[in-house]
């Protein structure tokens, strides 16, 4: 009797569990409406593998096209989900045991776009990636998202980077004056146009 | 694809079988006789000892002991049984490495050898294979991935868990593949790449989720990104700290793990938070990369600081770790750096977010003064908005702007490294998975032993060594009891899981405290019905609540009081569902990270279907002291105004 009870009421609460966790996510279908723009950008590139991680996941259509190789490969298509502040209670308690839910999401194009095209996509990719810490840098005078930008664009190293760095930093209102990072990236180009030494020495802008 | 290389297998095996007498009545094929010399190696019982190519194949033991390669994709394979024989798939794959090369040059890249760059290594370095007589094939994708990438070192990165984001309560794990020269320049970390494996999920409906993430229904993969990319995800968006184990990889290593990383590609494992979880597969990987290493063991449940222990007791496999603070710890070194009077207006500044009423506080300030106000007050906002990438801060959507302008006419500051708490560092943590053996009394008079296996993980009682301070969380914690006077066994308690956060914040980013716990427990009163003890009933819930948590940091303390629901269902009230509200306070003392005292009171109100309601209060109190990393005694009382009176001493090994 007190046995079939130990089930009985373990499996009541395994059931309310369950209802629990559908009852309180009410985070995810918001998630799930990002996955449209998340796969845009990949198609752009040709991104056989638009992965998202909440959306509906679109890889195992595109192994048609590549039947291997390796993922994250184009870097053309990130996007940082939106998170919201709260604890997602009703993903959770996967995440709770090791299951990883990855808050930017990378369009891996399996090399459906070449290194060059890439080398051209980095600068954006990055600055789309890290602008809120880029600026922060900038405004201080110095910080490695600074630095790290600075060595892509081909200008990091030593009296460059001070360059580079003041330079930015005087000029600060007029390359963050937008929180799009495609603008930015060309009001950093514009910038360094405009002295001598960075202009040949950031080759890559 | 995968029946276009079959049939090319199948043609090479037969050019190979059919053509090879004509030709070896001439002169003997040098090809024909290293693919013969080759097999016979490989077929040689003495060859490979220590199954070093079941772990390139991933092989791995299930739950149920059965031996097959974690892959769950066939075109990972290249012979119909390779998930289950390995030396089946070493044949396949050695005929494969001799198969023809396709004409047109895209075809060549479903060569074995372009395909299987890290099985074709190890055979060679296993078998002496003469590289110069395989076929020439141009891997076009491969050398399209790898062009301009080029890596030297690697690294284990373990995001540490966070209090209150549930998330991430069990950390996460993953590696980076450090750009050539790129160690040691500063700032230019961020240029490496990462190496991850997770799941992908394939639907956002959360019941189906939890389904199907439980039964293995999300393909599992690979992925290789920028490190910025998980440096902005684990750092500023979750703030979780970063530890950073240097492998002691050579060259030829981080090439076999590039190579590994290529062949396993998007072929997916089936991810199953059991035995399959980012941690398993990552070591796993590891192994492939070097299989001369043992790092995985049978463990029903691998947790990604498990990984990190696995790798740092393997000696001479790391040489120190690297430490990147999270957006919340940058704020808090910051702020605890400040004089009394900065953290105030800090203090007063967000709380106001006033934009001119704070510059013109601040200006008031000594230009370096400001300076660090202004970071501080930067370093909160960008943990408080969790900001990344081109998001824009939305509370304090002026202030930023305003405080990063009026930075850059501020003195330039030499920031100083921050140093992590040796007491947060993951790799000296206890084990995660315990047993408990010992004893006591109920209502003095009945004597019981009992013995309790808890899979995972960490409780708040145990040891912080390793651990976030104030989190405790446990899954699947089964207590067996045996009543000797009765002479009766029962389970005294089983939790799905237990949860607790008491988080042990500053004033300005308190969280608040909260519990949730499922399960199924012995209630030796029968809701207050059992005089005649001990009989027993049980109770199972969901339970859940919120309230405070406050430190006195210079007692060593920390108070607490929270709010509860419960939800179950009780065999002592004729199998009624019952509804409890509760009230439980209670105070922590640690004076050392591994000796804690702990009593609490409660009073809660048990109301059921068609019962009289039943109000009831409680006296719980808790000693621990892990005398040792892994060792640690016990001692917990319970009292109850329902006529519960429990008494019990253990011994806890973590393992």
């Not at chain 2, 690297?322 to 953290?343: P, Q, V």
């Not at chain 2, 007692?555 to 179950?568: Q, T």
């Amino acid at each position: 009797m007190k046995k079939s009870n130990i089930v009985m009421s373990s499996v009541l609460v395994a059931a309310m569990f369950a209802t629990a966790g559908f009852a309180a996510d009410k985070a995810a279908p918001k998630a799930a409406k990002k996955a449209p723009k998340a796969a845009a950008p990949a198609s752009e590139v040709a991104a056989p593998a638009a992965e998202s991680s909440s959306g509906e996941a679109a890889a195992p259509k595109a192994e048609h096209r590549t039947p291997y190789g390796m993922a994250g490969c184009g870097l053309g298509s990130l996007i940082i989900k939106n998170h919201s502040k709260g604890p997602q209670i009703g993903a959770w308690i996967l995440n709770v045991i090791g299951y990883q839910i990855s808050a930017i999401t990378t369009g891996s194009s399996n090399c459906g776009i070449t290194k060059d095209d890439l080398a051209m996509k980095e600068q954006e990719v990055f600055m789309e990636v890290n602008l809120s810490s880029v600026a922060k840098d900038a405004a201080k005078g110095e910080g490695e998202h600074l630095s790290a930008f600075a060595e892509i664009l081909g200008c990091g190293q030593g009296a460059e980077l001070n360059v580079f760095s003041n330079l930015t930093r005087d000029n600060y209102s007029t390359i963050f004056s937008t929180s799009d990072s495609k603008a930015v990236l060309e009001n950093f180009r514009g910038v360094i146009k405009s002295n001598e030494t960075l202009a040949s020495a950031c080759v890559r802008a | 694809m995968f029946s276009t290389r079959l049939l090319l297998l199948c043609l090479s095996l037969f050019c190979l079988t059919f053509l090879q007498p004509t030709h070896a009545q001439t002169t003997p094929d040098p090809v024909a006789l290293e693919l013969g010399r080759v097999q016979a190696v490989i077929d040689d019982p003495g060859f490979d000892p220590d199954h070093q190519w079941e772990k390139i194949l991933y092989y791995a033991t299930n739950m149920w002991g059965m031996g097959r390669s974690m892959v769950d994709d066939p075109a990972f394979f290249l012979s119909k049984n390779g998930k289950y024989h390995s030396k089946e798939e070493l044949h396949a794959t050695i005929a494969a490495l001799f198969a023809p090369v396709p004409a047109n040059s895209e075809e060549q890249n479903n060569h074995a050898h372009c395909h299987f760059p890290r099985r074709e290594s190890w055979i060679i370095q296993k078998t002496g294979l003469n590289r110069d007589l395989l076929p020439k094939v141009k891997c076009s994708w491969f050398e399209k991935w790898m062009k301009g990438q080029d890596y030297d070192a690697a690294s284990l990165i373990f995001s540490s868990s966070y209090p209150n984001n549930p998330s991430s309560l069990f950390g996460h794990t993953f590696l980076r593949l450090h750009r050539k020269q790129s160690t040691g320049v500063h700032g230019h970390d961020l240029l490496d790449g990462a190496i991850n494996f997770s799941a992908y999920p394939n639907t956002s409906n959360p019941l189906l989720y939890t389904l199907k993430g439980t039964a293995g229904g999300f393909p599992g993969r690979f992925s290789f990104t920028p490190y910025y990319l998980k440096v902005q995800e684990y750092s500023n968006t979750e703030s979780r700290d970063l530890w950073e184990y240097h492998l002691t990889f050579s060259e030829a290593d981080i090439k076999n793990m590039i190579a590994a990383a290529w062949e396993m590609g998007l072929h997916h494992i089936n991810y199953y938070y059991f035995d399959e979880n980012c941690s398993e597969v990552i070591l796993h990987f590891l192994q492939a990369v070097r299989p001369d290493l043992t790092l995985t063991w049978f463990k029903v449940w691998v947790i990604p600081s498990d990984t990190v222990r696995a790798v740092t007791n393997t000696p001479g496999l790391t040489s120190g770790f690297e430490y990147r603070a999270s957006a919340l710890t940058r704020f808090l070194d910051k702020y605890h750096k400040l004089s009394d009077s900065d953290r105030g207006l800090v203090d007063e500044i967000t709380h106001n977010n006033a934009v001119p009423d704070a510059m013109a506080k601040l200006a008031k300030l000594p230009p370096d003064e400001e300076a660090r106000v202004n970071d501080t007050l930067i370093e909160y906002i960008d943990y408080d908005e969790k900001l990344s990438g081109t998001k824009s801060a939305v509370t304090f959507s002026a202030l930023r702007p305003a405080l990063l302008l009026r930075r850059t006419k501020l003195p330039v500051l030499v920031e100083a490294e921050i140093k992590p708490a040796t007491a947060d560092q993951p790799d000296t943590g206890h084990e995660t998975a315990r047993l408990r053996f010992g004893g006591g009394a109920l209502n003095r008079t009945s004597p019981f032993l009992e013995a309790e296996w808890r899979p995972a993980l960490h409780d708040h009682m145990s040891s912080n060594q390793g651990y976030a301070a104030g989190l405790g969380i446990d899954f699947f914690d089964l207590n067996l009891r045996y009543l000797t006077k009765e002479k009766r066994a029962l389970v005294d308690s089983w939790a799905l899981i237990r949860i607790l956060s008491l988080p042990e914040l500053d004033a300005i980013v308190r969280r608040p405290a909260w519990n949730l716990s499922i399960g199924t427990e012995a209630d030796y009163t029968c809701a207050g019905k059992s005089h005649e003890s001990p009989d027993y009933c049980y109770r199972s819930s969901i339970k859940g609540g919120a309230g405070l948590s406050y430190p006195i940091k210079p007692l060593g303390l920390m108070v607490f009081g929270m709010a509860n629901i419960a939800l179950g269902h009780h065999t002592g009230l004729n199998n009624h569902l019952f509804a409890e509200p509760s009230l439980a306070a209670g105070v922590t003392l640690a004076p050392r990270d591994n000796l804690k005292f702990e009593v609490s009171v409660g009073t809660a109100y048990m109301a059921a279907y068609r019962q009289k309601g039943i109000r009831y209060h409680t006296l719980d109190a808790h000693i621990a002291s892990a005398f040792k990393r892994n060792h640690e005694l016990r001692l917990d009382s319970k009292r109850s105004t329902l006529g519960l009176s429990e008494t019990s001493l253990g011994y806890l090994y973590y393992f």
